[in-house]
């Protein structure tokens, strides 16, 4: 067994690490740590099962990273505050999208999770609003170039990204979850509709929505870097979604019929089951998704190059039209040309 | 061919992998009485490699990555492998370790108490602890020194001391040939040569102690002593620590503690031998004041 099935073992199966010598426990850190799942592992390992049974060493790094993950929700969930502070006045609600939505509801996949950015959705009609509130807020944007403004404002789901001046920390402001040249295309109205307070002007998806952007964002947009852990998300949501209504599958293939993503939350459900829960008949295609969720060496390398770059040139025929894509990368490799 | 070395400095297990043997047999020789890694389990990887395929044989570019890389780093000659895989591993505790507070620190000891030395590059931190190193102290490390936030012990760090242009002929005369490494002219900090710390400071690399004097050295300055305030001196340690921010409230009450029972004394000086009598008077003066 290499690495990242090792990693993946020691996710669904903690008791799994019993068996593990030191040079696996080695690459099972170094790619655990790739995945951005250190913290994530050394929860599930030392929270529960596993537990006790930890070579020191393992238990010493444990300890310090649950309590790095700590800290750093400490400061995401900050970043709500601070970004509920500059939005309350125009009175839109914060609506918490990944990793700070989990955190702010204290759901089992915020255990130990990787949180870098604030990532919020607002209705698209109030964008400018937002944005300006923002500005004056203190946050700046990153990109001023005016090509890169552009292409946010005409083709993506999200403003350029914001960084705040003091406190060093970006905000993505969504008004959809997936761009608005994707071949999908998202009703956000209807997310937002049905989007829970969990404090004073903040809110999150609801359960069934929270497992359809995981799936969306994991499968419709990106190469699936990271995948492992997102698909670690979904996994852990559709426990949540599970707890909270017995039907919650065939409710979330309805909404995915409804939002027309019906292939990749199918997918996504097949993928969890393998990797992590009981396993699913797995079809040819769904093969080469594991090949690449798993793509990494026993150094933490990100290994299998040809599976990566045909994800990477998938992630872009998703994202936009063959010409708009040809012509947006022409647009970009000039400018890197042209770059003192 | 992938190359592999695994070690232990300190508390900290690491490993590095190499696609050239050079780097590694290097390593291996210059860290030979180093205990391998606890139960052979390293928590760090780094790794050097060529930037591109063929730049393993042609025109060698060596590339600093691991766990962590810092992108659009300059890959360096291969005539700097073992430079490169200094730094490979440097940053992966500059960037991983997060069981202590990493301070960019170098660090001695004499009689369980430990003086602190901090500086930027250049302010001849790590040529004042070699040189102490080898005289009645021990040497914990010439780059971080390691503060243990449940005690305020200072852990020591003794990997390979980093010595750089006239520094490194100064300590040649004193060590013993066996324990430096090629010397590697024109890097961008200009001739360096890695030397192994003296046994003593291998054999007790699990030995800390409380810290007792805190010294911000800078060479070429003729600015002489100056006390420095608790408060200046927090503030130059935050700047010096990797983790600082990432350990939050547990990093600032031990910082804190640290800097209120630590004399604490910025010194200009011109030459080694001038310092090490500053840092003896200051030593005698101040260490048993320090209120743990």
Same mark, same amino acid.
């Given at each position: ?112 999770? !990787?949180?870098?950015?604030?990532? +919020?959705?607002?209705? %698209?009609? #109030? $964008?400018? =609003? /937002?944005?300006?509130?923002? @500005? ?20 993506? !789901?999200?403003?350029?990204?914001? +960084?705040?001046?003091? %406190?060093? #920390? $970006?905000? =993505? /402001?969504?008004?959809?979850? @997936? ?30 929505? %929270?497992?359809?952007?995981?799936? /969306? ?124 | ?292």
């Amino acid at each position: 067994m290499n690495a990242m099935r090792h990693l993946v073992a020691a996710l669904r199966t903690p008791q799994s690490i019993a068996t593990l010598n030191g040079d696996q426990w080695s690459a099972l850190v170094s790619v655990a740590r790739g995945e951005m799942l250190l913290a994530t592992l050394a929860h599930r390992l030392a929270g529960g099962q596993g537990g006790g049974a930890l070579p020191p060493s393992i238990a010493a790094l444990f300890a310090a990273e649950c309590a790095h993950a700590d800290q750093m929700q400490r400061h995401a969930l900050w970043e709500v505050e601070m970004a509920h502070r500059a939005l309350s006045p125009i009175g839109v609600p914060v609506i918490l999208l990944k990793g700070s939505g989990y955190a702010a509801r204290n759901l089992s996949a915020a255990a130990g999770r !990787h949180i870098g950015d604030l990532d +919020i959705l607002v209705p %698209r009609a #109030r $964008m400018a =609003d /937002v944005e300006a509130a923002l @500005l004056s807020a203190g946050w700046d944007w990153v990109k001023n170039d005016p090509y890169d403004q552009a292409y946010y404002r005409q083709w993506m !789901h999200e403003l350029p990204p914001l +960084i705040h001046g003091a %406190r060093d #920390r $970006m905000i =993505d /402001v969504h008004h959809n979850i @997936l761009p608005l040249t994707a071949r999908h295309h998202i009703d956000a109205g209807a997310l937002i509709e049905r989007a829970q307070p969990v404090a004073d002007g903040v809110m999150t998806l609801d359960p069934i929505d %929270r497992l359809i952007h995981c799936a /969306v964002h994991m499968l419709a947009d990106g190469d699936l870097a990271g995948g492992v852990r997102n698909l670690w998300d979904f996994h852990c949501l559709s426990g949540d979604a599970a707890a909270f209504d017995g039907a919650w599958q065939a409710q979330l293939l309805l909404r995915a019929e409804d939002f027309g993503v019906a292939a990749a939350v199918s997918r996504a459900l097949r993928l969890s089951a393998a990797l992590y829960g009981d396993g699913a008949p797995l079809r040819l295609t769904d093969r080469l998704f594991i090949r690449r969720l798993l793509a990494r060496d026993a150094m933490g390398r990100p290994s299998c190059p040809v599976t990566q770059a045909v994800f990477y040139i998938r992630s872009h025929l998703l994202r936009m039209p063959p010409i708009l894509l040809v012509r947006h990368l022409w647009r970009k490799w000039r400018m890197a040309r042209t770059k003192p | 061919m992938t190359h592999e070395f695994a070690l232990r400095v300190g508390p900290v297990p690491l490993r590095i992998f190499s696609d050239w043997a050079g780097p590694i047999a290097d390593l291996r020789r210059l860290y030979a009485d180093y205990p391998a890694p606890d139960d052979g389990i390293a928590t760090l990887t780094a790794r050097i490699g060529a930037a591109w395929p063929w730049r393993r044989w042609l025109r060698p570019a060596v590339s600093i990555g691991g766990d962590f890389t810092i992108p659009d780093a300059l890959p360096l000659p291969l005539s700097q492998g073992l430079l490169a895989a200094e730094m490979a591993m440097n940053l992966q505790v500059a960037m991983g370790w997060r069981t202590h507070m990493l301070l960019h620190a170098s660090a001695v000891e004499r009689d369980g108490r430990v003086l602190l030395m901090v500086g930027a590059s250049g302010s001849g931190k790590s040529t004042l602890a070699a040189l102490l190193g080898e005289g009645d102290w021990r040497l914990l490390g010439d780059e971080f020194a390691l503060l243990d936030v449940e005690n305020g012990n200072i852990l020591p760090f003794p990997r390979l001391i980093s010595l750089k242009n006239e520094a490194i002929d100064v300590l040649r005369a004193r060590a013993c040939p066996s324990r430096f490494g090629p010397r590697i002219p024109g890097t961008p900090k200009g001739d360096i040569c890695h030397m192994r710390p003296r046994a003593d400071a291998i054999a007790r690399m699990n030995a800390g102690g409380a810290p007792a004097l805190l010294l911000f050295p800078a060479y070429g300055s003729d600015n002489g002593l100056r006390a420095v305030p608790p408060s200046e001196a927090f503030f130059r340690l935050t700047e010096s620590s990797t983790n600082y921010v990432a350990l939050g409230e547990p990093g600032f009450t031990a910082l804190s503690q640290l800097v209120r029972a630590l004399p604490a004394v910025a010194v200009g000086y011109q030459s080694g031998e001038q310092a090490i009598d500053m840092v003896e008077a200051l030593w005698a003066e101040n260490s048993g004041r320090a209120a743990r």
